[in-house]
Structure formats: structure tokens, C-alpha cells
């Protein structure tokens, strides 16, 4: 999930490679960052788009730098934990995935259908189905139109 930025910037084209699937380039993020005049607030948004663009890469490592230095700059930016838990997630490293899902609930991550979705695919990952169903409802429950829930949720029988 992509942190919105405002203008005709370096910033803004980077939030616009991020929230297309099929972007990989990170040069306009590169260049926000590398511009002294992006804003504290662009800047921490721009790395998490970075961010999201690198895991479309499969560059996890620089994924996961890019969400540390986005908390770094703001411990709150909650899609910056949805994120990174994505990367924790692409790792296999489901514990840290889980915690950092967790945290972008707890800090009102702006698509929480979405955080919990990824939770499901943990329990599934787990062989926990019915924690796995409940998660997949409640992502539905927040958004019915949720079409990769709609597909995880078993019929009630």
C-alpha cells in the first residue's frame, strides 16, 4: 500500500510507480530522496513507496531499509509496518510479519482490510485455517468488495 504525496514532484511520481503494479523504477523516488528540498513528511512517504516498489522487485533487502528509515523517520506511519511486514512475509519470516501487520491495525492503517488479509495468509502459511477463515471475514467485514478475500473465505456450512 502506497503513501499518498501532493504535486508535481519527484515525490508524487514515485507514489504514482508505486501504486502501478507493473512499475519497477524508483528513479523518481531516488531523486525525491536525494532532494534536500523534499519535505520531512514526503520524504518518509517516498521511502515507503520506494519501498513498496522494491518488493515488487523482490529487492527485500532494500525494501525492508527503506520501511526502517520510513519509522525512523515516524514511528506512527502506519503502511510503513503494513509493508515491511510484507517484506517480513516474501522472507518467510512470519512472526515479524505478524507483529508488523498487527501494529498497522493498532495504528489505523488506512486500508485495514488489507493488514488483515496478509494475517490470513500467515495463519494459512501455519495450517491454521479457522484463524485463517476468521482473519479473511474480517477483511471482508471491512470491505465486502475485497476480491482476493472474497476467494480465501470458505462457504458456512
Not at 499518498?4 to 510507480?17: F, H, P, R
Not at 506512527?76 to 519470516?93: D, P, S
Request: glycine content about 4%; overall charge negative.
Amino acid at each position: 500500500m502506497s503513501v499518498t504525496t501532493i504535486g508535481a514532484t519527484d515525490a508524487a511520481a514515485c507514489y504514482q510507480n508505486a501504486v502501478n503494479q507493473l512499475s519497477q523504477d524508483v528513479d523518481p523516488c531516488d531523486a525525491a530522496l536525494g532532494d534536500r528540498a523534499t519535505s520531512r513528511a514526503d520524504r518518509k512517504k517516498t521511502l515507503v513507496n520506494r519501498g513498496v516498489i522494491y518488493n515488487r522487485r523482490g529487492e527485500y533487502n532494500e525494501a525492508l531499509a527503506d520501511f526502517n528509515d520510513a519509522i525512523d523517520l515516524d514511528e506512527t506511519i502506519a503502511e510503513a509496518y503494513l509493508n515491511r511486514g510484507n517484506t517480513w512475509f516474501f522472507a518467510g519470516r512470519l512472526d515479524d510479519a505478524m507483529a508488523d501487520y498487527e501494529k498497522a491495525l493498532a495504528l489505523d492503517v488506512s486500508e485495514p482490510w488489507a493488514a488483515w488479509y496478509n494475517i490470513g495468509l500467515i495463519h494459512d502459511a501455519r495450517n491454521e485455517r479457522d484463524e485463517a477463515q476468521e482473519a479473511y471475514r474480517k477483511a471482508l467485514d471491512l470491505n465486502p468488495d475485497f476480491y482476493l478475500a472474497q476467494q480465501k473465505v470458505a462457504p458456512r456450512e
